[in-house]
């Protein structure tokens, strides 16, 4: 059993399922009818996914797929802090699931070449199914882009707000250094983070949002939206990445995690630890 | 003349009987789900393909493959394996089960494999499964089961669901 190969589809597990249930949150209550139904199927969709993720890591280690999923204490999930924030408004759901969905495709489209074969054709699977939200994604932000200030202007202090976030999902997994040499991870997070702030940097560009700080995005930048909808880097010097600094998410690959997680934690696993050992 | 079947065929036309959990007019043949049977001592193993990770019907797709298998005659033991590996693609999908789609009131896939044509990731031209007319439009890439996407005939004025 490869302890590297557990870390990581752990993370990707978790990753999936936490953002999951964060798009369930949406069923019932979207702003219309259709875009209940999409991020419901979004949701179902991550939510398979973390699924398939756990299944090959409970395999390897003979636990089953539920406790996985349901069965742990908050401190031992590795997901990303992004996935956890609560959704907020309409701007702040459709800037994350844009990011968030750039960032999965740069790690699928590296995983598709992993050097575990199942693990590579259920990247080549998932990467798929995930095409539909990119596209459903991106739908939303030219739509809001060519569309009233205001709208604009929310989603551009959204975006800000959690680009410096998604920045996390890169943070090494553990055993990290690992995973790579035993080609389980055949692109390292720091090369991945790289293709991802050009790509999206890229796609800000075109939509014709500004980008200059973006582009800058190291480890130590973040941003601020200013009033007149323009993005301005902070000068005020290095801001040191935990979880604990505002408008930054790292430490969520550790087990470090909010207490927006702890309470997403209470309600998730509500039914699973309710009845221990019950089979539905 | 004598038709010899051996027991792989039986296993295959066992496993064409079992209907797809949420089109019940396709059986899991006609979706192209079944990646490859090998019986071997009397123990058949069979290796399902899903349509989509996400699809909660794969436990019961699971079963239904497992008692379809061992009802056969000189079967003793079913092995039922679910593989991401080939991807399930829409041209898998057997011509017969492209008809029975169109009749369940489904508009079959464009036999193109997820090529995304219009903006919203859907083919720009979806055939209406009731009265054939192409004058359709795209609603939502998503629909009531992850395989499904939702669009609209202008010619009859009907709602339909597309196999993704």
């Known amino acids: 059993m490869s302890k590297a190969l557990v870390s990581l589809l752990t993370a990707l597990g978790d990753d999936e399922l936490v953002l999951g249930h964060r798009h369930s949150e949406w069923t019932g209550c979207a702003p219309h009818m259709e875009e209940d139904v999409a991020f419901s199927s979004i949701a179902q969709d991550e939510i398979g996914h973390a699924a398939a993720y756990y299944s090959i890591a409970a395999a390897a280690t003979g636990e089953s797929p539920d406790a996985l999923a349901f069965g742990r204490d908050p401190g031992e999930y590795r997901h990303a802090i992004v996935c956890e924030r609560p959704n907020g408004d309409w701007a702040f759901t459709l800037a994350r699931h844009w990011l968030y969905d750039n960032a999965d495709d740069v790690r699928l489209a590296a995983l598709e070449s992993a050097s575990h074969p199942e693990l590579a054709a259920l990247a080549r699977k998932i990467r798929r199914e995930e095409r539909y939200h990119l596209i459903h994604a991106d739908t939303w932000i030219k739509r809001i882009v060519r569309g009233p200030v205001e709208g604009r202007t929310k989603l551009i202090d959204a975006v800000s707000e959690v680009y410096v976030q998604a920045l996390g999902l890169f943070e090494p997994v553990e055993e990290e250094a690992a995973a790579v040499a035993e080609g389980l991870l055949p692109v390292p997070s720091g090369e991945m983070l790289a293709r991802f702030v050009e790509r999206t940097g890229n796609a800000l560009d075109e939509l014709g949002l500004p980008t200059e700080s973006h582009k800058s995005a190291g480890d130590t930048a973040r941003f601020e939206a200013s009033s007149s909808g323009d993005l301005i880097a902070d000068d005020r010097g290095e801001v040191e990445l935990s979880s604990t600094t505002p408008g930054v998410a790292m430490g969520g690959r550790a087990g470090r995690h909010t207490d927006d997680f702890k309470e997403l934690w209470d309600v998730m696993t509500v039914t699973y630890r309710s009845h221990p050992g019950a089979s539905w | ?164």
Not at chain 2, 6 to 35: F, H, K, N, Q, Y
Not at chain 2, 94 to 119: C, N, Q, S, Y
Request: aromatic content about 6%; some cysteine; hydrophobic content about 40%.
């Open chain 2, 1 to 164: 003349m004598v038709t010899v079947t051996t027991l792989e065929e039986r296993v295959w036309d066992a496993l064409a009987g079992v209907p797809d959990p949420e089109i019940p007019a396709v059986s899991v043949v006609d979706m192209g789900m079944i990646r490859e049977v090998a019986v071997s001592e009397g123990v058949a193993s069979v290796v399902v393909l899903p349509t989509f990770t996400g699809c909660p019907a794969i436990p019961i797709i699971e079963r239904d493959v497992a008692a379809a298998v061992e009802s056969v005659d000189g079967v003793s033991e079913a092995r039922v394996r679910t593989s991401f590996d080939p991807p399930w693609t829409d041209d898998r999908i057997t011509e017969d089960g492209r008809r029975k789609l169109k009749e369940f009131g489904l508009a079959p896939p464009t036999g193109h494999g997820p090529v995304l044509i219009t903006e919203i990731g859907l083919p720009a031209v979806a055939r209406c499964p009731f009265c054939g007319s192409g004058d359709t439009r795209a609603e939502n890439p998503f629909g009531p089961t992850p395989c499904r996407a939702l669009y609209y005939c202008e010619a009859c004025r009907n709602p339909f669901e597309q196999f993704k």
